[in-house]
Nanobody, 126 residues
């Protein structure tokens, strides 16, 4: 059973950095894409970043490149956010899906993921 547990969110000041964690269990990450999405109140769920468990390749949404990076250590996937801005707050969710034909970029843009965590809240305020 695929399980994803996010942590690391909280209240942070603008300009600060944050590292979110997605602890996975119940499956072998090597055959999966693991992605981060964020959802602000009243907004749709946006794909942020994704990493291939097979080869470690990564994808970051164009508008977030330079501030968001994704990494993996064993069964945990991290999302590093630097220089937080007022547009960054929301619930950050981790998602997993077996790697098949779609690229991880396409999977993220289409939100083509079947397993989701409950999310961790990020609030940016001075």
């Amino acid at each position: 059973q695929v399980q994803l547990v996010e942590s690391g969110g909280g209240l942070v000041q603008p300009g600060s950095s944050l590292r979110l964690s997605c602890e996975t269990s119940g499956f072998t990450v090597d055959g999966y894409a693991i992605a981060w999405f964020r959802q602000a109140p009243g907004n749709v769920r946006d794909g942020v970043s994704c990493i291939s468990g097979k080869d470690g390749s990564t994808y970051v949404a164009n508008s977030l490149k330079g501030r968001f990076t994704i990494s993996r250590e064993k069964n945990t996937v991290f999302l590093h956010i630097s220089s937080l801005i007022p547009g960054d707050p929301g619930v950050y969710l981790c998602a997993a899906e077996p790697l098949r034909l779609l690229s991880i970029a396409s999977m993220t843009r289409l939100a083509h993921f079947g397993s989701w965590g409950h999310g961790t809240q990020v609030t940016v305020s001075s």
